[in-house]
């Protein structure tokens, strides 16, 4: 066979002689290595090139010196790495010097280099063909990831990343280095970094044999794995504008767009023991460091470092220990000091594992598979396994002999970070996604609880759940108290600034969204959540826009058509003063209080329209309802609905819609559809033109039509897709998802002689003068 002859390679010794050469071949240097010693030696005034060319005669040799070849590649790790303590150092400046040694060694051709020692089995087929790596193969390779991670925070981290994923097949080799002990953690922080870097997410079937990787993962390497699988099942990076429903709707229905975050859930989920495995080591590990006699779980953690400081020395060598080596948990403490398994990596590594994996569960909740992850949680017993691992939780965190201690730079004296907090938050977003419109949310109770609320259900009339016998108390919490009211209790005595606060108000709200259950609001309301969170507002000025959302959010599940949470309401409102300062509460901060009031309506006018079916039943107050209630009261006066719709329709444009402000269109959808209901629609508009024009701009009036026709234009593109489920908006208000259709369509109709559309009232006055 005929085979091209192969250039000559430039004269190493001389550049002249090399330069002539190149006139005739073409051929010139492409390396540092191939410069004369001499050259390379004058080419920086740093020993980058020296380095280079070292890795590069490393990279092209499979039978180096593999001890050698480590020391030189630890060398580099110590160049990127700070030793000083942060607390001495100038902020500005502290990694100055690590900067610019990345930077030298990317323009130097250093992390090309890398790569190729990285694929070391695709550059030698033949070598390599049929061998299992060895463990220096594996050393090496852990230690170029450890540089490479290092690099990534510098001024060229997006270049290297963005290197590195244009690279044929080095990803997935990457996802190959998760299954080895030596390389899982460090692999599994880089692949994490460079998908944090793409602008699209990662489709796990490009991966080879990704299905057969996650099965062969031991339960460790599988918890690390995690890191990557909330980068992959998050829907955070699906849409270029991560914030407006507008941008999302029409990126989501352009042509091409691809939901990668339900396909790689689709893969996973179809990997039989993936959930199992994640509920048992979410639940079912040992929960560390927990000392006797502790209060806080800060106390716990300073005595298991201070622990760890004094036994550390002893424990670990002076000398390198190679066999010991693991990417992430073995490191220098000093540039010039051996390699040794550092105890507080292990122990932040197994934390942060632990988060992710609880961060996971909660992910494959949120997909369009959500039903089905609800039924296999269940049937998992993840419901008792939360509950008891939410007995192991410390929630006095800043209480005890080390509360004075000094804090990390920038935190308050107020300051509740402990490293559990972070664990502690994503275990409380689970179990608001586990029971949100869920089937199985009763499982949050135990046997004793359940036997209560069905008593209580027994006498809810026409509100009474049908489902509670089918309740399976095998999969229900253990002992007298359910994971429910353990976090009712604890919520009752944080502190109203806390950070918990609103993950705990949420997990409660989540239990009580969907068909209003009679039932389990007044087993909460026995428990003091209503008489708390009320409470909480009317004495103190809650300055937290989330804790206060929360906590309206969650009032608004509690009172919805429940005239004995309403007679609870009064009870707390006793005087016009605290009236006043909820109601002002309630009106500053509309976008957050605006659940609460749509539950005042909704509850209103199903009080109004009650009829012989709640006659007998132990809650048939319709006269307490529409001559007691303060707060029904409030809400029934046609002018202040009026105000109500004005602002909350001023509030938002389509522009500016997100998940967290529509809710404030929905909430004058039901204002309007009742007065659909009763033939007032075209009273309401009209009112809302005439009465509010003196509030407007010139032209104003017409404007503000307009900008609500368009947002209800929206509203129809939004909710009446193929791929929304609308069942929440129906069980929630109680009015079917026709009528919600049915009243937008009224309103946004074309017919400019229809009193009831809006389009009506967008037509300028015939004096109008335009210019």
Known sequence: MYRPKPRSAPNRRSVFLSHEQWQYSGNSYKRLSQLPEHILEGVCDNDIPVTVTKLDHYSLDPFCDKEQFFQDLKSILGRLMNFESRRGQDETGADDEQNKYAVSLFKSGGVDILVRI?????????????????????RIKAMVLEILTKMTPTTVGEQVTTYLMEQEDVLSYMFTLLAHQKTFIIACQLIEDMLQSKKILLDLNKINNIQALIQCLKDEQLANFCRILAVAISDLDIYDNKSSLYAQNKQKRSKGFVNVRDINQELLLSI???????????????????????????????EWIENQMAEEPYDNPLEDEMDDFIGGITAPTTAESPMQKQQGLTITEELVQRVEVVYVLGLFLLGKHRKKVQRKLAELKLAPGLSDLFDQFIWKCQVGRYANRHRMRGHNSACECSPEVALKIQFLRLVHSFCDHSDYKHLLLSKIELNEVKRINAKAGSLQLPNLDNVNRQLMCRGNKGLLTKIVEVMKKEPTTSTFRFWLARAVESYLRGNTS?????????????????????????????????SFDLLGELVKFNIEAFKTFDCILTTKEKFDKFITTVNKNLVDSNMFIRSLILSLELFRSEDESLKGSSINNTDYARNDSKLLQYIGNFNRQLDYLYRLIAIIDVQNLTQENVSCLNTTLVFLMFANKKNQLGKYLQELKDQKEGMLEVNGSVQFMTNFRDLLLFWQDHYLHKDKDCSALEKSSRISFEYWKQTVATLVSEEQDNECGILHYCVRPPCERTI
């Not at 990285?118 to 594996?138: A, I, Q, V």
């Not at 209503?530 to 826009?545: C, D, M, P, Y």
């Open 118 to 138: 990285l694929m070391f089995p695709s550059m030698f087929p033949p070598f390599t063909k049929n061998r299992k790596e060895s463990d220096s193969d594996l």
């Open 272 to 302: 039989p023991e993936l959930l199992p495995r994640l509920v048992n080591l979410a639940v079912s590990k040992a929960y560390t460091p927990r000392f006797p006699g502790m209060v806080s779980e800060l106390d716990c953690w300073m």
């Open 518 to 550: 009679y039932c389990d609001q007044v087993f909460l309301m026995r428990r003091g959540l209503l008489q708390h969170v009320a409470s909480n507002i009317v004495e103190h000025e809650i300055r937290h826009k989330e804790i206060l959302q929360s």
